[in-house]
């Protein structure tokens, strides 16, 4: 019973998908083979037709072949169908193999008339308008196998450096970055109602809580606060999850839902090695994707002008020197003196004042012509959970945390990471400083009151990785159904 039930679960439940099959063809060439997929593209001649068929799993589509054109009579572009055929040699140019169609079906059918999703060029804005169906272009399905394949690049890296993936809460009762962009969730039963007689959820007679948790409830927009809980009894963990932003920005950066990958470990009383472990799995990632199809299919259309650009992001993957590390004080000081010589900031740079997108990517474009790690901002302009530097870091005693922003080309900000403050009295003194409640962070403060040690983390936005080594422009075009302030069609 064990042996058959063994052999029952180990045998294949799929038939193989069309990158399965060009990748291992089967080692009979008469045999026969099923493929499932849409219709891309249809030719048909006298005596022989052509369709393109994707089912989605690699950026080449199979090529079908009907000497039998009656076959193709009722295929049109987006239909669904089923093919069976033998897998040749190809003796045209564009592809190894192809099929030679013996049966072909209709699963679903799809007129060409009326069709959204015509083969000539589609406009970003009509693509997001259509969403739902962008997913069967070329560009977005690139895109999101990418985000697939770095997704398992970054589970390789963090299980081979010994991390633990833990999934946090999405609903949370903080914010964990202080700024107040949150969004407040509440059971649908509490929102006001058209309907007069509707009763009321919150309190009552009988004493039920105004809010379903008891208290304010968000959706979260890290979930750092939480890793750090756990990192204090499994020393390092990391998740990526999707985090939440009420900003109304309407940038090329910014999203309202979006996925993030945190990191958070014990034992690390070093900002050298947070930074050593981000370029680590960024390293890793683009090393991952040298030569992957996907990129090639989003990078060609953008033209040869941006071959550099690519092979550049290839060369950081072995680099032979860390990546370029500065203080925020030299970073201030390298800006003043471009702004002095030649005006270029619509914001004058200033110790003390947050760095604005243009100073970022003027930073990593024009000065570094690289990564950079931009590191010990001014505690003023940073949360409260960021360890206080001593005098030596500049300035005195709590001018500036131990933390960093890593600036890239063509995005600005990238990954931003500190560590994080353990000295129970200084992170008392911090949230007190923060205008922030002690009973609120009771449990926060308690991780340092029982066995506290020394740690930190950092936060990477996915969608922003995603548009770095695509070259997508914008990260609207990074996710599968983007939402921000004033569109959410889905």
Same mark, same amino acid.
């Given at each position: 019973?064990?042996?058959?039930?063994?052999?029952?679960?180990? %045998?294949?439940?799929?038939?193989?998908?069309?990158?399965?099959?060009?990748?291992?063809?089967?080692?009979?060439?008469?045999t026969?083979?099923?493929?499932?997929?849409?219709?891309?593209?249809?030719?048909?001649?006298?005596?022989?037709?052509?369709?393109?068929?994707?089912?989605?799993?690699?950026?080449?589509?199979?090529? %079908?072949?009907?000497?039998?054109?009656?076959?193709?009579?009722?295929?049109? #572009?987006?239909?669904?169908?089923?093919?069976?055929?033998?897998?040749?040699?190809?003796?045209?140019?564009?592809?190894a193999?192809?099929?030679?169609?013996?049966?072909?079906?209709?699963?679903?059918?799809?007129?060409?008339?009326?069709?959204?999703?015509?083969?000539?060029?589609?406009?970003?804005?009509?693509?997001?308008?259509?969403?739902?169906?962008?997913?069967?272009?070329?560009?977005?399905?690139?895109?999101?196998?990418?985000?697939?394949?770095?997704? +398992?690049?970054?589970?390789?890296? =963090?299980?081979n450096?010994?991390?633990?993936?833990?999934?946090?809460?999405?609903?949370?009762?903080?914010?964990?970055?202080?700024?107040?962009?949150?969004?407040?969730?509440?059971?649908?039963?509490?929102l006001?109602?058209? @309907?007069?007689?509707?009763?009321?959820?919150?309190?009552?007679?009988?004493?039920?809580?105004?809010?379903? =948790?008891? #208290?304010?409830?968000?959706?979260?927009?890290?979930?750092?606060?939480?890793?750090?809980?756990?990192?204090?009894?499994?020393?390092?963990?990391? @998740?990526?999850?999707p985090? =939440? +932003?009420?900003? +109304?920005?309407?940038?090329?950066?910014?999203?309202?839902?979006? !996925?993030m990958?945190?990191?958070?470990?014990?034992? @690390?009383?070093?900002?050298?090695?947070?930074?050593?472990?981000?370029?680590?799995?960024?390293?890793?990632?683009?090393?991952?994707?040298?030569?992957?199809?996907?990129?090639?299919?989003?990078?060609?259309?953008?033209?040869?002008?941006?071959?550099?650009?690519?092979?550049?992001l #290839?060369?950081?993957?072995?680099?032979?020197?860390?990546?370029?590390?500065?203080?925020?004080?030299?970073?201030?000081?390298?800006?003043?003196?471009?702004?002095?010589?030649?005006?270029?900031?619509v914001?004058?740079?200033? !110790?003390?004042k947050?760095?604005?997108?243009?100073?970022?990517?003027?930073?990593?474009?024009?000065?570094?012509?690289?990564?950079?790690?931009?590191?010990?901002y001014?505690?003023?302009?940073?949360?409260?959970?960021m360890?206080?530097?001593?005098?030596?870091?500049g300035?005195?005693?709590?001018?500036?945390?131990?933390?960093?922003?890593?600036?890239?080309?063509?995005?600005?900000?990238?990954?931003?990471?500190?560590?994080?403050?353990?000295?129970?009295?200084?992170?008392?003194?911090?949230?007190?400083?923060?205008?922030?409640?002690?009973?609120?962070?009771?449990?926060?403060?308690?991780?340092?009151?029982?066995?506290?040690?020394?740690?930190?983390?950092?936060?990477?936005? =996915?969608?922003?990785?995603?548009?770095?080594?695509?070259?997508?422009?914008?990260?609207?075009?990074?996710?599968?159904?983007?939402?921000?302030?004033?569109?959410?069609?889905?």
């Amino acid at each position: 019973m064990l042996a058959r039930r063994f052999l029952s679960s180990a %045998a294949p439940s799929l038939s193989p998908t069309i990158r399965q099959l060009l990748v291992s063809p089967p080692k009979t060439p008469a045999t026969t083979i099923q493929v499932n997929g849409w219709v891309k593209s249809v030719r048909r001649q006298k005596k022989v037709a052509f369709a393109v068929i994707s089912d989605g799993s690699s950026e080449p589509g199979l090529q %079908a072949v009907f000497t039998d054109v009656a076959l193709a009579k009722h295929l049109t #572009n987006g239909a669904s169908v089923r093919l069976r055929g033998t897998l040749a040699d190809s003796p045209g140019a564009g592809q190894a193999k192809e099929l030679q169609v013996s049966e072909a079906e209709v699963l679903g059918e799809c007129d060409p008339e009326v069709y959204p999703m015509q083969k000539q060029a589609l406009t970003l804005e009509y693509l997001r308008d259509h969403c739902h169906l962008r997913a069967r272009t070329r560009e977005i399905a690139a895109m999101l196998r990418l985000r697939d394949s770095t997704t +398992r690049s970054i589970h390789d890296y =963090f299980h081979n450096n010994g991390f633990v993936h833990v999934h946090t809460p999405i609903i949370t009762s903080n914010d964990c970055e202080g700024a107040g962009e949150t969004f407040r969730i509440a059971p649908s039963s509490d929102l006001p109602s058209s @309907t007069p007689s509707a009763p009321s959820t919150s309190a009552s007679s009988e004493g039920t809580p105004s809010e379903y =948790f008891n #208290n304010p409830a968000y959706l979260t927009v890290s979930s750092q606060l939480h890793l750090e809980a756990v990192a204090a009894a499994l020393s390092r963990v990391y @998740t990526l999850s999707p985090c =939440f +932003r009420a900003e +109304r920005s309407q940038t090329s950066r910014h999203l309202a839902e979006f !996925w993030m990958l945190e990191a958070e470990w014990a034992f @690390t009383s070093s900002l050298t090695e947070l930074c050593n472990v981000v370029e680590g799995v960024l390293r890793h990632i683009l090393r991952a994707h040298s030569a992957s199809p996907d990129m090639d299919a989003l990078w060609r259309p953008r033209g040869p002008d941006l071959d550099d650009k690519r092979a550049a992001l #290839n060369a950081l993957a072995d680099a032979p020197h860390p990546w370029t590390r500065m203080p925020y004080t030299q970073a201030v000081a390298v800006l003043a003196a471009h702004h002095a010589r030649t005006g270029a900031f619509v914001y004058a740079p200033e !110790w003390g004042k947050s760095l604005q997108s243009e100073h970022e990517r003027w930073l990593a474009e024009e000065h570094v012509r690289g990564p950079v790690f931009v590191t010990d901002y001014p505690a003023s302009l940073k949360p409260f959970y960021m360890r206080a530097n001593d005098a030596a870091a500049g300035g005195g005693e709590g001018a500036t945390v131990a933390c960093f922003d890593l600036l890239v080309p063509g995005v600005g900000e990238l990954v931003g990471g500190s560590l994080r403050e353990e000295r129970l009295g200084l992170l008392e003194a911090a949230i007190d400083r923060h205008g922030l409640s002690r009973e609120d962070y009771a449990w926060y403060l308690d991780l340092r009151r029982y066995g506290g040690a020394p740690h930190g983390g950092f936060g990477l936005g =996915f969608e922003r990785l995603i548009s770095w080594i695509s070259g997508i422009e914008s990260v609207r075009e990074c996710i599968a159904m983007p939402r921000w302030a004033g569109r959410m069609l889905l």
